[in-house]
């Protein structure tokens, strides 16, 4: 019998790079996502795909009672987003984790992995950020996902769990046009139809970028190896680039896009980069694709969009 992974997000970026991962891997795949904000063309063919709201409490009654897994990708993604409505950024990231904490309950599954975020640290020093660093989040999204982390870790004797504290994710099939998630895409996309990039923020603040195939690997290995539940791990590479760092690596294969700053984001972060030591004692992961093969590829996919 192939065990059953429920994957929720199906429809967004990271979601169903996933799905096409533990499909890959010889899984049956549930999916479940709103639509919100993902794509529907994005989902795998062979997913069993549930279009529904995971905030509502009715959500248990769509989902098959016999799913092994629990990946929990969905939610609202962005911490400028989240001050436009903190009370759907709730609803989106805390109600629909106590949701699917209900259905771990009822049915026992084996494991729950969880999307969380570099964002839950706030503001940190200019030095890795490890998991065991006081967690003071500076936007709504922020404290949504920490929150989250919290109510898996009140359960943690009844739903094995991981939390997975993601860095800025970057790659093919990250949405163009959301221009308030994502610093690479964002970037990218000014670029690629305006010719020029306008960035919110100093160009000395700094990020952790990691390609979408490390991050897949990432959720593979947290839901298949024992030793990463109770855990909450960064992923990230533990390479620290500046805004302006990354400006000049996109302006390598675009040398005529100009940029300027422009006031800042609500909620934003000076910097921040990753303690990757619990991601190799964890999940032996200590290799990563460097910025600029990433950024290589990613492009390459853009040309498509252009045509």
Known sequence: MKKKVLI???????????????????YKVIGVDDLSGGNIENIPKDVEFIQQ?????????????DCNIVLHLAGQSSGEISFDN???????????TLNLIRY????????????????VYGEVDDKPVNEDSLCKPLSCYGLSKYTSEMY????????????????NVYGPG???????????????????????????GSLERFRDFIYIDDVVECWFRAATLNKAIGKSINIGTGVKTTVDELIQHIREYMPDIEYYTNGNTPGDQTGV?????????????????SLNSGLSKFMDWTQSLKL
């Open 152 to 167: 898996l870790n009140i359960y943690k004797k009844s739903i094995p769990s991981v939390s997975m504290r993601m860095f």
């Open 273 to 289: 980069f990753a303690d990757t030591e619990n991601l190799k004692l964890y999940l032996g992961i200590e290799k990563f694709t």
């Open 8 to 26: 929720t997000g199906v429809a967004g970026f990271i979601g169903s790079h996933v799905a096409n991962r533990f499909l890959m891997e010889g």
């Open 86 to 96: 903190p009370i759907v950024d709730l609803q989106k990231n805390v109600v629909s």
């Open 104 to 119: 771990a309950l009822r049915n026992k599954v084996e494991r729950m992995v969880y999307a969380s975020s570099m964002s």
């Open 174 to 200: 990250q949405d163009m046009n959301n221009l308030r998630q994502g610093m690479v895409s964002i970037f990218l996309s000014q670029a690629l139809f305006n010719n020029q990039i306008e960035i919110k």
């Open 53 to 65: 709201d995971l905030a509502q409490e009715s959500i248990l009654d769509f989902i098959p009672n």
